[in-house]
């Protein structure tokens, strides 16, 4: 069993920060990518931001200046620095996780239970 635990939505106003925490923990071999993505009401699920094992990263254009992805490998965790927030990252962020639980598993998608991230004033 994996588990992904996320932490640090909530509400702010126009401009302000927030830093989203996800931690894996469990049944884990090993981790390949590990991102952030997002779904407002009415709309699809969508990539707002990736790190890969290697550390390259990849964003959504609408997020690139304002946020940073990183991770700790060595705590299984992925964080997501948001600045200079607008009203339209208003979402549930949900953490993602690629990764095999043993030597032998091919690579799979954990998610997270997502968190409310809510931009207003």
């Known amino acids: 069993q994996v588990q992904l635990v996320e932490s640090g939505g909530g509400l702010v106003q126009p401009g302000g920060s927030l830093r989203l925490s996800c931690a894996a923990s469990?049944?884990?071999?090993?981790?390949?990518?590990m991102g952030w993505y997002r779904q407002a009401p009415g709309w699809p699920r969508e990539l707002v931001a990736i790190?890969?094992?290697?550390?390259?990263?990849n964003y959504a254009d609408s997020v690139k200046g304002r946020f940073t992805i990183s991770r700790d490998n060595a705590k299984n965790m992925v964080y997501l620095q948001m600045n200079s927030l607008k009203p339209e990252d208003t979402a549930v962020y949900y953490c993602?996780?690629?990764?095999?639980?043993?030597?032998?598993?091919?690579?799979?998608?954990?998610w997270g239970q997502g968190t409310q991230v809510t931009v207003s004033s």
């Open positions: 993602n996780v690629q990764l095999k639980r043993t030597h032998l598993d091919p690579l799979h998608d954990e």
């Open positions: 790190v890969f094992s290697g550390g390259s990263t």
């Open positions: 469990g049944s884990i071999f090993s981790i390949n990518a």
